[in-house]
């Protein structure tokens, strides 16, 4: 493979630009391929938000945090990680912005959503307290990254159980019914949306190696470092799947299944953390991080926090049309951005 290393600033940004691209048409196929399983399979939104949009829709920050790793780069690795969970989140307030009449979090009748974004706020804690307080060396990974990647299948195991056997009942119905406009890639035959599905896969998969590569080179080039290009510009870019298919969820009005995205992608980018660690030649790889990537964290458990609130309250308090939990969300967001940079 070429060295984006050796390219110039230009050809690294148009190479940064096309991918980016590539992933968000991706994305967005992939959202009404998604829909089509659901419809043909009856499997909950829930679940396929969490095991298939959220494991798909992360493989491009599983791109960039393994050549990352392999590269040595722990802080570009982790930083990504870290701060994608944080920008996936802020990604909601997209998804408001376009429903206008509603609240999100007022739209969402499905509690598994609160036991998925908690659980994602426990993994991101974990990884914050193992790079304070320093990690080990257990069988080729840390013992934190460990623990947080054996969270993670507990994790899993748990929201597939409760999808099952719900355990809580929804006071008060969603405005409107669920399911909204169809389109053609949603009406088509169950294998021609799983092929479709696997094709928008790899094409993300590609997509995110390049936008790692050009990534991390134009790191170094524009002087702004690995961290901080890794926290904001490259995990911008490698939430573009997340926002493609978002949107397309919203337009079908599969609230379930927009927020079970970001909340399941957000469980799977911890969990490559693990795989990080286990890649990296230098040690446990949260001992290479330290206050920048706390900060980090700290800022997607706010983000989520506050959404959290906003789902169990579903009280649809509206400003311009948007939420007020989106409005709290993203000057949170914005402001967090701003401290990174002091931090860089």
Same mark, same amino acid.
């Given at each position: 493979?070429? #060295?984006?290393?050796?390219?110039?600033?230009?050809?690294?940004?148009?190479?940064? *630009?096309?991918?980016?691209?590539?992933?968000?048409?991706?994305?967005?196929?992939?959202?009404?391929?998604?829909?089509? @399983?659901?419809?043909?399979?009856?499997?909950?939104?829930?679940?396929?938000?969490?095991?298939?949009?959220?494991?798909?829709?992360?493989?491009?920050?599983?791109?960039?945090?393994?050549?990352?790793?392999?590269?040595?780069?722990?802080?570009?690795?982790?930083?990504?990680?870290?701060?994608?969970? $944080?920008?996936?989140?802020?990604?909601?307030?997209?998804?408001?912005?376009?429903?206008?009449?509603?609240?999100?979090?007022?739209?969402?009748?499905?509690?598994?959503?609160?036991?998925?974004?908690?659980?994602?706020?426990?993994?991101?804690?974990?990884?914050?307290?193992?790079?304070?307080?320093?990690?080990?060396?257990?069988?080729?990974?840390?013992?934190?990254?460990?623990?947080?990647?054996?969270?993670?299948?507990?994790?899993?195991?748990?929201? %597939?159980? $409760?999808?099952?056997?719900?355990?809580?009942?929804?006071?008060?119905?969603?405005?409107?019914?669920?399911?909204?406009?169809?389109?053609?890639?949603?009406?088509? #035959?169950?294998?021609?949306?799983?092929?479709?599905?696997?094709? *928008?896969?790899?094409?993300?998969?590609? %997509?995110?190696?390049?936008?790692?590569?050009?990534?991390?080179?134009?790191?170094?080039?524009?002087?702004?470092? =690995? #961290?901080?290009?890794?926290?904001?510009?490259? *995990?911008?870019?490698? #939430?573009?799947?997340?926002? =493609?298919?978002?949107?397309?969820?919203? &337009?079908?009005? &599969?609230?379930?299944?927009?927020? =079970?995205? @970001?909340?399941?992608?957000?469980?799977?980018?911890? %969990?490559?953390?693990?795989?990080?660690?286990?890649?990296?030649?230098?040690?446990?790889?949260?001992?290479?991080?330290?206050?920048?990537?706390?900060?980090?964290?700290?800022?997607? @458990?706010?983000?989520?926090?506050?959404?959290?609130?906003?789902?169990?309250?579903?009280?649809?308090?509206?400003?311009?049309?948007?939420?007020?939990?989106?409005?709290?969300?993203?000057?949170?967001?914005?402001?967090?951005?701003?401290?990174?940079?002091?931090? &860089?």
């Amino acid at each position: 493979m070429p #060295s984006f290393a050796g390219f110039p600033v230009w050809l690294n940004v148009v190479a940064f *630009a096309v991918s980016a691209g590539a992933v968000w048409i991706a994305g967005t196929r992939l959202s009404y391929y998604v829909d089509a @399983i659901s419809r043909h399979t009856g499997l909950g939104q829930a679940v396929l938000g969490v095991f298939l949009l959220g494991g798909i829709t992360s493989l491009p920050e599983i791109a960039v945090a393994g050549t990352a790793s392999f590269g040595g780069n722990a802080p570009l690795a982790v930083n990504n990680l870290l701060g994608g969970f $944080s920008m996936q989140v802020a990604v909601l307030a997209v998804a408001d912005l376009a429903m206008r009449q509603h609240a999100l979090t007022f739209a969402v009748p499905n509690p598994i959503v609160l036991l998925q974004g908690a659980l994602g706020i426990l993994l991101v804690a974990l990884v914050c307290f193992g790079i304070a307080v320093g990690d080990i060396a257990i069988l080729g990974a840390g013992a934190w990254t460990w623990g947080v990647f054996a969270l993670f299948l507990f994790a899993i195991r748990l929201i %597939a159980r $409760s999808e099952r056997q719900p355990s809580w009942q929804v006071v008060g119905q969603p405005p409107g019914p669920e399911i909204g406009q169809t389109e053609t890639a949603a009406e088509h #035959s169950l294998r021609h949306a799983v092929i479709g599905t696997a094709v *928008a896969a790899a094409v993300i998969l590609c %997509a995110g190696y390049v936008l790692s590569e050009s990534g991390e080179a134009l790191a170094e080039q524009t002087g702004l470092g =690995s #961290s901080f290009f890794g926290a904001v510009f490259v *995990a911008i870019s490698t #939430s573009l799947p997340e926002v =493609s298919t978002v949107l397309a969820a919203v &337009r079908l009005r &599969r609230y379930v299944m927009a927020v =079970s995205d @970001i909340f399941g992608t957000n469980l799977f980018d911890l %969990a490559v953390i693990f795989l990080v660690d286990l890649f990296y030649f230098g040690g446990p790889v949260l001992n290479e991080v330290g206050q920048f990537s706390i900060v980090a964290g700290l800022i997607g @458990i706010l983000v989520t926090g506050l959404y959290l609130v906003g789902l169990i309250e579903r009280r649809n308090p509206l400003v311009f049309g948007i939420g007020l939990d989106t409005i709290a969300v993203v000057v949170t967001y914005l402001g967090g951005i701003g401290f990174l940079y002091t931090l &860089r």
